[in-house]
Nanobody, 127 residues
Framework: QVQLAESGGGSVQPGGSLRLSCAAS????????MGWFRRAPGKEREGVVA????????YYADSVKGRFTISQDNARKILSLQMDSLKPADTAMYYC????????????????????WGRGTQVTVSS
């Protein structure tokens, strides 16, 4: 079992920055894949970025490349998402997710493959 808890959401003006954190507890290992997903009002949940915690290899959605950066502190089991140059289109509930299976690179941004989820943290970008 893996428990996930997000923090760091809030409201920011366009062009601003926020940093989200996800604290993981329970059993994880080098095969664990973790990711950030988001759901905007009236839209499907989408993958933002995912990382193989063992290798550190990450995959970003095109919409956030160059603006968002994922990082991890394996000792403390904390996954962070630095979000810069935020846009109103980034407004959503952001979720941290994890799975213990060796997901393929083509699957890591698909929410259907993840078994463990946090409750989410709201990010609002508005002037």
């Amino acid at each position: 079992q893996v428990q996930l808890a997000e923090s760091g959401g809030g409201s920011v003006q366009p062009g601003g920055s926020l940093r989200l954190s996800c604290a993981a507890s329970g059993t994880t290992d080098s095969r664990t894949c973790m990711g950030w997903f988001r759901r905007a009002p009236g839209k499907e949940r989408e993958g933002v970025v995912a990382i193989y915690t063992g290798s550190g290899i990450s995959y970003y959605a095109d919409s956030v490349k160059g603006r968002f950066t994922i990082s991890q502190d394996n000792a403390r089991k904390i996954l962070s998402l630095q979000m810069d140059s935020l846009k109103p289109a980034d407004t959503a509930m952001y979720y941290c997710a994890a799975d213990l299976r060796p997901l393929s690179p083509g699957s890591v941004l698909s929410d259907s493959w993840y078994n463990y989820w946090g409750r989410g943290t709201q990010v609002t970008v508005s002037s």
